[in-house]
């Protein structure tokens, strides 16, 4: 099992940063993928960014330039930087942990995110 714990969420004005950590614990493999997911009222839950634990990065058209995901060299800690932030980032977000020789998903409690304008 792992858990993964959010936080960083809260209130921000258009224009405005934010910086998400969410920390997973448990039986973590080596070789796996990290990511942020969000979900707006209304809409399905959808990728923002994603990193392997190679280093490599995916993100989302609507956040390239203005989002950032990053982990810690231990692969227990990942981070989402976002800068530049639109009311239409608003949302909860989730992350979650996949295992790359294991497909099975595991989310966080999620964090919510409000952009005012």
């Known amino acids: 099992q792992v858990q993964l714990v959010e936080s960083g969420g809260g209130l921000v004005q258009a224009g405005g940063s934010l910086r998400l950590s969410c920390a997973a614990s448990?039986?973590?493999?080596?070789?796996?993928?990290m990511g942020w997911y969000r979900q707006a009222p209304g809409r399905q839950r959808e990728l923002v960014a994603s990193?392997?634990?190679?280093?490599?990065?995916t993100y989302a058209d609507s956040v390239k330039g203005r989002f950032t995901i990053s982990r810690d060299n231990a692969g227990s800690w990942v981070y989402l930087q976002m800068n530049s932030l639109k009311p239409e980032d608003t949302g909860v977000y989730y992350c979650?942990?996949?295992?790359?020789?294991?497909?099975?998903?595991?989310w966080g409690q999620g964090t919510l995110v409000t952009v005012s304008s």
């Open positions: 979650n942990y996949r295992p790359l020789l294991k497909p099975v998903d595991y």
């Open positions: 448990g039986n973590i493999f080596d070789r796996n993928v």
């Open positions: 990193i392997f634990s190679g280093g490599p990065t």
